[in-house]
């Protein structure tokens, strides 16, 4: 276990005893959860560029001693980001239900980006315990888009929504009009290859899509 303050130059604050506070924390993940952390942020920075540098991060936490992905130290909570020309994206103000399509697509931007590097990420479609923040796990390597995971199937429903108006039930089950929506979405953002079974097709459309969602675009 690794002890850090930062990602890559990035700062990570907590905020969930005092909104605001800037006050250096120190966390824990392992090397190889950190590292990957690292490409994560740089995916970040690249993808969102239009919105300036990164100023930081508040995250709700990354090793926890309890079971699961949090307590091997693999698991991180994503509260928000904040960058340097003033966007935010703020998962712990419910950003996934805002009222405003901009910021919807750039919590979905946000979202994409996390799966890119993390194989679960459960986000605020996917159940109420996750509605203040995103959580990203190695759990189930390699990356890619399974049909029978809900946490996925919510993403995609969620995405397809609000970049090209699907109109689908928020539900976790992939069926006929989720897949309609789906290869809908492949085509305009110019995928070819099957993201459920390979990494880089899946990236290569979560790459895409959070290009659209920073930039506020239908695909």
Not at 26 to 53: C, E, K, M, P
Not at 113 to 126: E, K, N, Q, S
Not at 148 to 155: C, H, L, V, Y
Request: charged share 20%.
């Amino acid at each position: 276990m690794i002890t850090f303050s930062q990602i890559d130059g990035t700062p990570v604050y907590y905020w969930r005893s005092t909104r605001g506070d800037t006050t250096p924390r120190n966390w824990q993940a392992t090397q190889a959860f950190y590292d990957t952390l690292v490409l994560w942020i740089r995916d970040l920075r690249s993808l969102s560029a239009a919105h300036g540098s990164i100023s930081y991060l508040v995250s709700a936490g990354f090793y926890v001693n309890k079971p699961g992905q949090h307590g091997e130290g693999t698991a991180m909570d994503l509260d928000h980001v904040r960058w340097s020309g003033g966007a935010v994206s703020s998962p712990l103000d419910h950003d996934h239900a805002s009222g405003t399509l901009a910021t919807r697509r750039r919590y979905l931007a946000v979202d994409a980006v996390c799966r890119r590097r993390f194989r679960y990420v459960l986000d605020g479609w996917y159940n109420a315990d996750h509605a203040d923040h995103l959580h990203s796990d190695f759990g189930g390597l390699p990356v890619r888009c399974l049909k029978s995971s809900e946490a996925d199937t919510k993403f995609v429903q969620s995405l397809c929504n609000d970049f090209l108006n699907s109109g689908l039930t928020v539900d976790g089950i992939w069926g006929t009009n989720t897949q309609n929506a789906f290869t809908t979405a492949k085509s305009r953002l110019g995928i070819t290859g099957d993201p459920h079974t390979t990494t880089s097709v899946w990236q290569s459309f979560l790459s895409a899509a959070a290009r659209k969602g920073f930039a506020n675009q239908a695909f």
